[in-house]
Structures are given as structure tokens and as C-alpha cells.
């Protein structure tokens, strides 16, 4: 998991294997943290594996990059 604040923006990154296809999912809040919206899955990429995920926030701008392998290699994403 990563995690990125911004006065009282808060953006967290993780990756999962829930679905046995691992995927980055992301959520914020607006209020330091005390809520957070609903889940988004940021690879959704069924046929690839997406993990070591990392985050920068910078004003409004969010940025997440993260790592995909596909058969034998790998290469990054964002």
C-alpha cells in the first residue's frame, strides 16, 4: 500500500489479488481521512498483473504508476 496527502486530500493505492488476477485499486477523501469514496480498480487489466503500485499528489493532480507483467516480462504503467 502507498498513500499521498494534500492538505485535506488523502489518496491511498493498493495492489490485490482478491480476484486471483492481481490489480492496483485507489480511493480518496476529501475530509483528512475520515471518509473515503468507493474503490476504483485502476489496471483493471484481467489478462495482466498489475502490483507494486506507488502515488504522488501534487495540488489537484494524483499521479499512480505501477508495474504490469505480462507472460515472462514486465514494464511500467500509469
Known sequence: MA???DGN??????????????EVMF???NDSGQKFG????LSNSPDTQSRT?????????VCVTWWR????????AA
Open 69 to 76: 507483467s505480462i507472460g515472462a516480462g514486465a514494464d511500467p
Open 53 to 61: 503500485a506507488e502515488i504522488l499528489a501534487v495540488g489537484n493532480s
Open 9 to 22: 486530500n488523502v489518496y491511498i493505492v493498493w495492489w490485490t489479488n482478491r480476484s486471483g488476477n492481481w
Open 38 to 41: 468507493d474503490k476504483i480498480n
Open 3 to 5: 498513500a499521498s496527502q
Open 27 to 29: 480511493r480518496a477523501s
